[in-house]
């Protein structure tokens, strides 16, 4: 990778060197344009690297506009349409990349993240593009159709720029708010960011019940107003996190109750209406473990305050503690914020931008991809497909 470009004219900059700025720049290099790629960052797509622990839940077999939320939910149909899930898969297999399916659809590396970095790097490469990290931004200028990128490194200018700087999500490996300030430099809006796809947190009684349930997950549905989904749920010393959450996460504000199914497939007060008649001996607690893990059970009786034998226990409390499992009512306090998020809700207001060419509308040239733009997909890869998607569709139209 070249760190001191001799030129500093070019057709195309691309600032961030994530999944979106690598698959743009290698759009852009492959179509002749001269291309440079710049990231403050010492280490290239660092959030490639850590996603899917490890391995890059590089796309998900099942991405759509179903799967993306956006102020406006019909933007980002363009760009999936043009760069599909399975245009990016073709990649990996002519890459000999292999991969598996997880569960709902979701692809990962076999052996290693490093290999999606690795392959976008090598595109890059063979398209002529200039990648230069350890390049801090210190200002961005319009003047006479070119767009002027002054940096501790030099200064370069292209009549296209694109910023792909990403969103707040886990600061530690070096997310910054670089993108809304370009955007909003250049009179574009923002819809305000707020971390998503993160574990919940609680105060007080529930917060100690969590802790005490630290390590403990189930199979679960978690529904906020008309959304729900079924995945895993865990018990943190912070709170509740797991797959289901973070997803409801997305979904939820501040205040909002959330609704838990811990065991969706049975009727709880059903079970234990029965087994009252039937072995009316039986503790509840001896019942509830056959449905659930024990530590959950018996903090559930000790919440509802529903314990020994079935046949002591009236209907009303056998509904009382049947609620707390199949429609457990919670108000979550916050989430753990942008240190845990997966990705950043909010950003660059699409209104701005053309859902055909992911171009400003008032700035020829200018464009923004990936989770800079106010669209977030859902958990399983299908950031990564909007990142790959947005990125393709730029870079055929710098």
Same mark, same amino acid.
């Given at each position: ?23 743009? !720049?290698? @759009? ?34 099942? #991405?759509?506009? $179903?799967?993306?939320?956006? %102020?406006?939910p019909h933007f980002f149909k363009s760009a999936l349409r043009q760069y599909t899930q399975h245009d990016f898969i073709a +990649? ?13 659809? %979701?692809?990962?590396c076999d052996k290693s993240a490093q290999q999606i970095i690795d392959m976008m790097v090598t595109l890059c490469e063979d #398209?002529?593009?200039?990648? $230069? ?24 200018? !292209?009549?296209?720029?694109?910023? #792909? ?23 574009? =809006? ?12 609680? %105060? ?12 403990? =997950? ?28 973070? @997803? ?36 509840? @607690? ?30 009303? +409390?056998? %509904? ?7 429609? *457990? ?25 053309? =859902?055909?060419? +992911? ?28 990142? *790959? ?10």
């Amino acid at each position: 990778m070249s760190q001191h470009p001799t030129d500093h004219s070019y057709d195309v900059i691309v600032i961030g060197a994530g999944a979106a700025g690598l698959m743009c !720049a290698a @759009q852009a290099g492959q179509r002749g344009k001269r291309t440079l790629l710049i990231d403050h960052s010492a280490k290239i797509a660092e959030k490639i690297r850590i996603s899917g622990g490890g391995r890059c839940n590089f796309t998900n077999l099942g #991405a759509g506009p $179903q799967a993306y939320l956006s %102020q406006n939910p019909h933007f980002f149909k363009s760009a999936l349409r043009q760069y599909t899930q399975h245009d990016f898969i073709a +990649m990996v297999d002519a890459h000999n990349i292999a991969y598996h399916e997880k569960t709902l659809g %979701q692809l990962f590396c076999d052996k290693s993240a490093q290999q999606i970095i690795d392959m976008m790097v090598t595109l890059c490469e063979d #398209a002529g593009v200039t990648i $230069q990290m350890k390049t801090q931004v210190e200002r961005v200028l319009y003047e006479d159709d070119l767009y002027f990128v002054r940096t501790n490194l030099g200064a370069y200018h !292209a009549p296209s720029l694109v910023i #792909a700087t990403g969103g707040l999500s886990i600061p530690k490996i070096g997310a910054t708010p670089f993108g809304y300030k370009i955007a909003e430099q250049f009179g574009l =809006s923002i819809i305000p960011p707020r971390a998503g796809l993160v574990p919940l947190t609680f %105060q007080d009684d529930m917060l100690a019940f969590c802790k005490t349930l630290s390590g403990v =997950s189930v199979d679960a549905i978690v529904a906020c107003g008309k959304t729900s989904f079924r995945e895993g749920l865990l018990f943190t010393h912070r709170g509740l996190s797991g797959p289901s959450i973070l @997803q409801i996460s997305s979904y939820w504000r501040d205040g909002q109750a959330i609704t838990i199914n811990l065991a969706p497939d049975t009727d709880v007060f059903a079970v234990l209406k029965a087994r009252k008649d039937k072995t009316p001996k039986q503790e509840i @607690q001896t019942v509830l473990t056959e449905m659930l893990p024990k530590k959950l059970a018996h903090g559930l009786c000790d919440i509802a305050g529903a314990k020994g034998r079935l046949a002591d226990l009236p209907h009303k +409390m056998l %509904q009382k503690i049947a609620a707390h499992i199949n429609a *457990w009512n919670i108000v979550p306090s916050g989430t753990e914020g942008y240190r845990t998020a997966e990705v950043t809700l909010g950003g660059v207001d699409t209104q701005c931008l053309s =859902s055909k060419t +992911m171009e400003t509308k008032t700035h020829k040239g200018l464009y923004f991809i990936g989770e800079v733009v106010d669209v977030t997909g859902h958990l399983g890869g299908y950031n990564f497909q909007w990142a *790959w998607s947005s990125g393709y569709v730029a870079g055929q139209n710098v």
